[in-house]
């Protein structure tokens, strides 16, 4: 089986957001994005996932599809494929978000709909 600690996982960098994987396979990702403040993920898309940001410490600004959102700790947003989306750290305090991002695939849509 396999376990993560996910407090073992935590860093951060003072030159831009840190990324850490926590597990990935061909279809998905689960990541630690960690960013000090001032730090930010700059908007982009992906055409065929979602992506889903929970937070777990602090709070940021989540830019979903034209839209902009300040979140704290516990709570979640999703961007669907195509939708611009990325966070920023604007506090004085350190930012820690829990990602998740699936490819879609013919396989994985015929799978939910049985």
Same mark, same amino acid.
């Given at each position: ?8 996982? &935590? ?10 994987? &926590? /597990?990935?396979?061909?279809? @998905?990702?689960?990541?630690? @994005?960690? $960013? ?6 700059? +908007? ?7 992506? &889903?940001? /929970? ?5 940021? !600004? /989540?830019? &979903? ?5 300040? $979140?704290?700790?516990?709570? +979640? !947003? ?5 939708? +611009? ?9 350190? $930012?820690? !978000? ?15 709909? $049985?």
């Amino acid at each position: 089986m396999e376990t993560r600690n996910i407090q073992d996982l &935590i860093r951060f960098s003072d030159e831009k957001m840190s990324k850490v994987p &926590i /597990f990935d396979s061909e279809n @998905y990702f689960l990541d630690l @994005y960690c $960013l000090k403040p001032g730090q930010e993920q700059r +908007a982009h898309t992906h055409a065929g996932s979602d992506k &889903i940001y /929970f937070v777990l410490r602090g709070n940021g !600004v /989540f830019h &979903i599809a034209g839209e902009e959102k300040t $979140l704290g700790e516990g709570q +979640a !947003v999703i961007a669907r494929p195509n939708e +611009a989306h990325g966070l920023r750290n604007a506090t004085s305090e350190d $930012l820690i !978000v829990l990602v998740r991002s699936e490819e879609y695939t013919s396989e994985l849509q015929s799978l939910r709909h $049985l």
